[in-house]
Nanobody, 117 residues
Framework: VQLQASGGGLVQAGGSLRLSCAAS????????MGWFRQAPGKEREFVAR????????YYADSVKGRFTISRDNAKNTVYLQMNKLKPEDTAVYYC???????????WGQGTLVTVSS
């Protein structure tokens, strides 16, 4: 599966953005999907994930209650709704796909989110 992330941009603190990740291929629904981010000078970190089929969701503590991951298998797309954004959410956000839980081996190109204070 090939992934294309979009939706990043510049937003003020407290604002919202919705990221999208469009996937190619006919087997999207069988992939576990995740969002990760990498801030300048920091390592990439997990943000959220959603399982295949059942669609169970999991979040990093830093975004729990503010971000929502969802998927539309008919559109081969996974979303990350980000509300109440903070300057520390500034990062390049990547979507990723895996056949096995936690074993992400397909990555999108990243989309930059900048939150101004």
């Amino acid at each position: 599966v090939q992934l294309q992330a979009s939706g990043g941009g510049l937003v003020q603190a407290g604002g919202s953005l919705r990221l999208s990740c469009a996937a190619s291929g006919r087997t999207f629904s069988s992939y576990h999907m995740g969002w990760f981010r990498q801030a300048p000078g920091k390592e990439r970190e997990f943000v959220a994930r959603i399982t295949a089929s059942v669609g169970s969701t999991y979040y990093a503590d830093s975004v729990k209650g503010r971000f929502t991951i969802s998927r539309d298998n008919a559109k081969n797309t996974v979303y990350l709704q980000m509300n109440k954004l903070k300057p520390e959410d500034t990062a390049v956000y990547y979507c990723a796909a895996s056949r096995l839980p936690g074993k992400y081996d397909q990555w999108g190109q990243g989309t930059l989110v900048t939150v101004s204070s």
